[in-house]
């Protein structure tokens, strides 16, 4: 949705076509603001942004991010390994095609090998209480975190700078100030802003009762899409194993 | 275009769009601006928004108590080892193992430390702070970015209630305390992971 789509939307609910008592800039404003309050109601516009540790210090600040919530953080492992991958020796002539013609230019073996990444390591969330009562064996890599303002807290105390991916919601970080922008905000998201703007919209026209009921469905739409789109559950193994009644049928 | 910025004039201009005022005449800035800050503390204080980390030093002369400036301190760490919450009833009950910092508790504007220092100790305070006042019009307020937007309501239902628009005025502050509950609960509670959320299970 541009902003030209939904300005129309929002006047035509509100039956002025034609800027009058609801002047443009003010429908703009309430289009930014609605997408600033979804943003910040739902989390829904999320990022990974990473993050590095300073050697004996607890906190990372979050400072150059604009971000409304951590979710989750990953340890990010440096370094890859190299695997040979098992039963892929080749034999390879060299290019006279005469086997063992010379000592120095024989057959040779190809060992195909793949690199791989480390692998990273969700770290677990704590609160402030927990500091020092985990057992940790003696670890000094991030294991634990803990969102505080605008830091992460780590534990234990990392003796290294390493590498974070903190899984982020932001807020939106360009405002629409042009007919022809869009929202940053996911798509399925975007519904909720013509509500919020009527509710505004109400809220000046001083018909506070129109407005209650815009707020109230402008909320209870929020309620409906984080239940849809944002909690995440994730599967079991009972949910991705085949009934027994379909697997012993013949 | 850059992100939007909550600037003091920025708050001003949202709030007097609410109030259909684009240009001071009943209300000032400066009456505005009161309700504005007034705003801000509600929100850092109802929610404990407004979270820094401050370090103080307990006393060599036998005092048990070290003070704080906020609304409430959250948690204590002394030696990256976070100090156990009990209550004034319990000082002298609880089992030491030495002499350094183990438990705490708050009182007033001071946290009380158990067994009591016998040297100068540096703790670690986790606060819900009071937030600075906004006075220049490009002050931004130092409470959280997802929870300035409730700023607008607030002040708008402060400055009706000075023109003694009661109802709108508790329409406004029912919104705004909707709006904190609703924001609050999604973003400040520091729930631990347990193991069943990393295991498939």
Known sequence: ????????????????????LWTSDEIYMWINAA???????????????????????????????????????????????????????????TTDSVWKDTTDAVWKDYERTIIIPNAPLSTLRITPHHFGHIRIHEETKPKYWVQW?????????????????????????????AVGESPQIPYEFQEAIVPYICMMAKLKKRKYE??????????ILLQQLIDTHIRRIPSREIDIRVPDAVRTKR | MAAYSYKLSNILLTVRAMLRETTASFWSDAILTIYINEAIRTIAQRV????????????????RTVAFSGYKCLAVEYNNKALIKITPLQLGHVRL????????????????????????????????????ALSGVNDVPVIPYSLCGLITPFA??????????????????????????????????????????????
């Open chain 1, 1 to 20: 949705m541009t902003v030209t789509e939904i300005t129309n939307s929002a006047r035509a609910l509100l039956d002025e076509a034609t800027a009058a």
């Open chain 1, 35 to 93: 997408e600033r309050d979804i943003c910040a109601k739902t989390g829904c516009l999320e990022s990974i942004e990473a993050l590095t540790t300073t050697a004996s210090q607890r906190h990372v600040s979050l400072a150059t991010l604009t971000c409304v919530k951590v979710n989750s953080v990953e340890l990010v492992e440096s370094g890859t390994s190299t695997v040979l991958i098992g039963g892929e020796v080749n034999w390879k002539d």
């Open chain 1, 149 to 177: 303002g605008n830091y992460i807290l780590i534990e234990p105390i990392p003796n290294d700078a390493y590498t974070l991916n903190a899984y982020v919601s932001i807020y939106p970080t360009d405002m629409m100030d």
């Open chain 1, 210 to 219: 129109d407005a209650a009921a815009k707020y109230a469905e402008y909320t």
């Open chain 2, 48 to 63: 404990g928004a407004y979270r820094t980390i401050s370090t103080a030093y307990s006393t060599a002369a036998l005092t």
């Open chain 2, 97 to 132: 193992d030495g002499i350094l910092p183990k438990y705490w508790f708050e009182y007033g504007n001071y946290i009380g430390i158990e067994p009591i220092p016998a040297d100068i100790y540096p703790l670690t305070m986790y606060l819900a702070s009071i937030p600075p």
């Open chain 2, 156 to 201: 708008a239902s402060r400055a009706l209630e000075q023109d003694n628009k009661k109802d709108v005025a508790t329409e406004l502050m029912g919104m705004f305390d909707n709006d904190l509950e609703f924001l609050s609960q999604a973003l400040l509670p520091n729930i631990p992971n347990g193991i069943e959320d990393v295991r498939f299970s």
